[in-house]
């Protein structure tokens, strides 16, 4: 299996523009998470779906940020408009639901937003 | 409410010397507990957990953990360092019967030669 594959692995935008990042979790796997990594708050979980559900999009920022999962081989995150306090290094992770499986990390898309 | 204390910024240790990275945590039941590492660049890879069981668990790369439930602890250690395993360290606690995963803020390892 090729792990969690995320694209871009960087992404550089003006202030305003949308922002879509991308993400194919592990085969099987019917959880999905997105984090965010910033040196001043640390890892921070955004939103996790369950068998393409929303389960939990507490940590969602704010409304510029929305995540879809259409089907179970494919999730996205957009943040339109997007701002300079926006930039960190997103992460997407896969897992199994049932049992006690830790997740799966892709290498993560650093967003630079000037 | 889950969550994971790492208290120390950063760890140095002087390679082939024994290195502990410290870890407690809080949920309100059970925990499943986990360690990982990222390198720089790089995603967050798994290197150990504790379900249930041997409270000592070995991972990967020659690391370890204990995880001692009266002191609601699971440090990471090695008994001897290696350069290459300067890193950036995870501890992160699951509540048995719960989805999310809690990470604590991390701790830097730097093994110098």
């Known amino acids: 299996d090729a792990g969690v594959i995320q694209s871009p692995r960087h992404e550089v935008t003006e202030m305003g523009q949308e922002v879509t990042l991308r993400c194919k979790p592990i085969?099987?796997?019917?959880?999905l998470f997105w984090y965010r990594q910033t040196m001043m708050r640390g890892l921070e979980l955004l939103i996790y779906?369950?068998?393409?559900?929303?389960?939990?999009d507490s940590g969602m920022p704010e409304d510029r940020f929305s995540a879809k999962m259409p089907n179970a081989s494919f999730s996205t995150l957009k943040i339109q408009p997007s701002e300079p306090r926006d930039s960190a290094v997103y992460f997407c992770?896969?897992?199994?639901?049932?049992?006690?499986?830790?997740?799966?990390f892709g290498s993560g898309t650093r967003l630079t937003v000037v | 409410a889950q969550s994971v204390a790492q208290p120390e910024d950063q760890v140095n240790v002087a390679e082939g010397n024994p290195l502990t990275v410290k870890c407690t945590y809080s949920?309100?039941?059970?925990?499943?507990l986990f360690w990982y590492v990222q390198y720089p660049n790089r995603g967050l890879q798994f290197l150990l957990k504790y379900i249930t069981g041997d409270n000592l668990v070995k991972g990967s790369y020659g690391f370890e953990a204990e995880f001692n439930k009266s002191q609601t602890s699971f440090h990471l250690k090695k008994p001897s360092a290696l350069v290459s395993d300067s890193a950036l360290y995870f501890c992160?606690?699951?509540?048995?019967?719960?989805?999310?995963?809690?990470f604590g803020t991390g701790t830097r390892l730097l093994v110098s030669p």
């Open positions: 992770a896969s897992s199994l639901r049932q049992g006690a499986s830790g997740y799966t």
């Open positions: 085969s099987g796997h019917d959880s």
């Open positions: 992160a606690v699951r509540e048995v019967g719960f989805q999310k995963l809690v």
């Open positions: 949920v309100s039941g059970n925990p499943y």
């Open positions: 779906f369950n068998n393409n559900v929303p389960i939990d």
